[in-house]
Nanobody
Framework: QVQLVESGGGLVQAGGSLRLSCAAS????????VGWFRQAPGKEREGVAC????????HYADSVKGRITVSKDNAKNTVYLQMNSLKPEDTAVYYC?????????????????????WGQGTQVTVSS
């Protein structure tokens, strides 16, 4: 069964850190670009970060640049989202998504419609 499973969310105080994981099963991430998205209540899903299939290219939303880092460990078949200096406005459900492509996330942050495999999401809540 092809699936992505996010983990690592939780409740953290402003200024704190969390590391989200996106583990793939049923397929290997070696040839897949991965994007991270988030959706807060009443808001549209927005892109947070993405990483190309070979891990050589990353892109970030302006709102998270300098605070969030995406990385890919093909040996563990997992993508990580390290989030530091968290703010209350980072509160949302975070999703990872994958797309088999050598081109996705090489030139720019790829919109969610490009990805065809999604995780179930993990809640991140940042208290002030």
């Amino acid at each position: 069964q092809v699936q992505l499973v996010e983990s690592g969310g939780g409740l953290v105080q402003a200024g704190g850190s969390l590391r989200l994981s996106c583990a793939a099963s049923g397929f290997t991430l070696d040839y897949y670009a991965v994007g991270w998205f988030r959706q807060a209540p009443g808001k549209e899903r927005e892109g947070v970060a993405c990483i190309s299939s070979n891990g050589g290219r990353t892109h970030y939303a302006d709102s998270v640049k300098g605070r969030i880092t995406v990385s890919k460990d093909n040996a563990k078949n997992t993508v990580y989202l390290q989030m530091n200096s968290l703010k209350p406005e980072d509160t949302a459900v975070y999703y990872c998504a994958a797309q088999r492509s050598a081109y996705v996330c090489t030139l720019y942050m790829t919109p969610p419609g490009v990805y065809n495999t999604w995780g179930q999401g993990t809640q991140v809540t940042v208290s002030s």
